[in-house]
């Protein structure tokens, strides 16, 4: 099989002649990461494309020089869209751009970002690229930490925006509705583009439970992701997708079904028990599993192989994408990462 074969078959449930593996949910570029004599096209079955963020790079070198050598800034990406989009998490006073709104009329008029985008055949040409290497290729939103609710609330302020659903709606609801057709235009251009994964999400669970309950997530959220992902299989009806969220988001994994997702991700083993979401979901593919917030930075080799083989003996080969269950953090060494790839090859078939 190929990787893009493999990552087909597991998100529709099969089971491939080897466990299908990742090192995320998003776009990680791996020859950064490995030794030029050990890189290889293949070691992992799916590589993200790029929007194409040309002043991204510069923005992350802008903010390094006004912090210390070790704060962690996020990717390049991130840290363009939070300036592009006036969001300031390293400046408390003016940190939410929304956070002072007083009436409905401010949220309609504040002007939401139009990232430099790369044209819709730039995007058909790195999908067609990444596909020819015999890979999935898969496609992530530019955003602001999330789709619906993570933008939402940096732009008003956590507090903010859950007091928004409860005491004002029609506040939440406009804000969301904007936030809902942007993310539904991109989603828009990566199919036709013809990503085979389509990766959506907020992080709506904490370590226990949820931040708001899941009658709140399916009046405000499940009805949205669901408009982003018929529009995307509008377009192109066999894109497959994966919902991210951290932490415990077990009362929705139902609804997240019902409204057409293939995968959730990172199924964190401390948060989530992803064998008893295998029994009660058979139909739900799982994208990560494997390690603690540091296991993959921190951790010895062997001890990952033997996350690894863990995972493996609960779950099986079908139905999963097996990954880290966090970000890669940047001291994450390339013996880890190789003892990752290398036990999916001896464990996983």
């Known amino acids: 099989m190929t990787g893009r074969e493999r990552i087909l078959t597991a ?6 002649d080897r466990v299908a593996r990742a090192l995320g949910f998003g776009r990680i ?6 030794p030029p004599e050990e890189y290889r096209d293949d070691l992992l079955d799916v590589q993200f494309v790029s929007f194409g963020e040309p002043e991204a790079d510069a923005e992350l070198r802008r903010l390094v020089r006004e912090f210390p050598a070790d ?3 996020g990717t390049p990406e991130q840290a363009a869209n939070y300036r592009a989009w006036r969001y300031h998490p390293e400046a408390l006073p003016r940190r939410n751009p929304l956070a002072r709104a007083r009436s409905l009329g401010e949220l309609e008029e504040f002007p939401f970002p139009e990232p430099a985008v790369i044209g819709d055949g730039e995007l058909a040409a790195q999908v067609a690229e990444i596909q020819a290497l015999g890979l999935a ?3 992530s939103l530019p955003h602001l930490g999330g789709e619906l609710f993570e933008p939402a609330w940096r732009l008003r302020g956590l507090e903010n925006f859950l007091l928004d659903m409860i005491e004002r709606p029609a506040w939440a609801h406009l804000l969301l509705d904007r936030l809902e057709a942007l993310a539904r235009a991109k989603a ?3 199919a036709r583009a013809g990503v085979d994964v389509l990766t959506l999400g907020d992080d709506v669970g904490m370590p226990r439970g949820m931040i708001f309950g899941p009658q709140r997530w399916r009046e405000f959220f499940g009805p949205r992701m669901a408009a982003i992902i018929g529009a995307a299989r509008t377009i192109r009806p066999e894109v497959r997708v994966l919902y991210h969220s951290d932490g415990y988001i077990a009362p929705i994994v139902g609804d997240l079904l019902a409204i057409g ?5 990172p199924v964190q083993p401390e948060h989530m028990d992803a064998a008893a979401m295998r029994r009660r979901y058979p139909g739900m593919a799982l994208w ?3 390690g603690h917030q540091s296991t993959i930075a921190r951790a010895t080799p062997d001890e990952i192989r033997a996350e690894v083989r863990l995972r493996l003996s609960e779950l099986g080969t079908a139905g999963l994408v097996i990954a880290p269950a966090y970000d890669l953090w940047p001291e994450a060494p390339w013996a880890n990462l190789k003892a990752f790839i290398e036990a999916t090859e001896e464990y996983g078939r």
């Open 11 to 16: 998100l529709d449930g099969g089971r491939p």
């Open 137 to 139: 290729a898969g496609g």
């Open 71 to 73: 704060t962690r800034l």
């Open 288 to 290: 990560g599993t494997v």
């Open 188 to 190: 828009e251009a990566l």
């Open 261 to 265: 997702v293939n995968a959730i991700n």
């Open 29 to 34: 570029d791996l020859r950064k990461l490995a």
